[in-house]
């Protein structure tokens, strides 16, 4: 597993895959995509990143708790925003009716609450796919440990 | 010229298909789906979809396959 090439290849990929998973979240409202697309693409730039190095490398960035904890934060946002809206007097995940700013159609920041919306479901789906493969490579050396 | 590009790619992914559900090395078979997801994200592209496109790219390319070779690297290889 000591790959040179591909190590200095995900070093330099990584970072560009994160930045355009970035994009493709905080441009939900805009263009293709959004939260879970966006949130896949994190999550599986860092798995490329535990997988090229190792998974110590990759918990010292994301530790195994802390992709718990934003697990969790992610679907709280969404529920939170819904709940917000609900406490501005309109339904849940009301927009417009709870007096979300709308901003001018087209700009990045308009849309009301559903750039947080998306914000929270890319924050819940990035920390599920690497929540999901620390807990299926962790496990593994566990066993390998008893042998 | 789009219409014949889909019909190869159609093709190929039929050709694909049963090729995962026939072959007997499991790793390989995890390759080939990873090459039908491919070919699937650029007929949804083709067909006007590009979100799922990305999604397609994205989880059945890249996570799901990285998954299940961890699967495979935890059990056995052949079926």
Redesign the interface.
């Known amino acids: 597993m000591e790959d040179l090439i591909l190590r200095y290849v995900s070093r330099i990929v990584v970072p560009f895959v994160q930045l355009y998973g970035l994009y493709v979240v905080f441009h939900g409202h805009l263009s293709p995509g959004g939260g879970f697309s966006g949130g896949a693409i994190i999550g599986a730039s860092m798995i490329l990143y535990a997988l090229a190095f190792n998974l110590a490398a990759g918990t010292k960035k994301i530790s195994h708790d802390l992709s718990l904890i934003l697990e969790s934060s992610g679907g709280l946002i969404y529920a939170g925003v819904g709940l917000l809206a609900i406490f501005l007097g309109a339904n849940f995940l009301g927009n417009m009716v709870a007096g979300f700013p709308l901003g001018t159609p087209g700009n990045l920041f308009s849309g009301g609450a559903i750039m947080l919306i998306t914000l929270g479901v890319g924050i819940k789906v990035a920390a599920t796919m690497i929540t999901l493969f620390y807990s299926l490579i962790e496990e593994e050396q566990a066993t390998d440990e008893h042998h | 010229m789009t219409e014949l590009l889909q019909y190869l790619l159609m093709l190929f992914l039929v050709v694909c298909a049963v090729a995962v559900a026939r072959i007997r090395d499991l790793l390989a078979a995890v390759i080939i789906f990873a090459a039908y997801s491919l070919v699937m994200a650029i007929l949804w592209l083709l067909l006007a979809s590009?979100?799922i496109?990305?999604?397609e790219a994205?989880?059945g390319a890249?996570?799901t396959t990285?998954?299940l070779l961890?699967?495979i690297?935890?059990t056995r290889r052949e079926e």
Do not use: N, W
Request: hydrophobic share 60%.
């Open positions: 590009p979100d496109a990305i999604t994205a989880l890249g996570v990285l998954l961890a699967a690297s935890k």
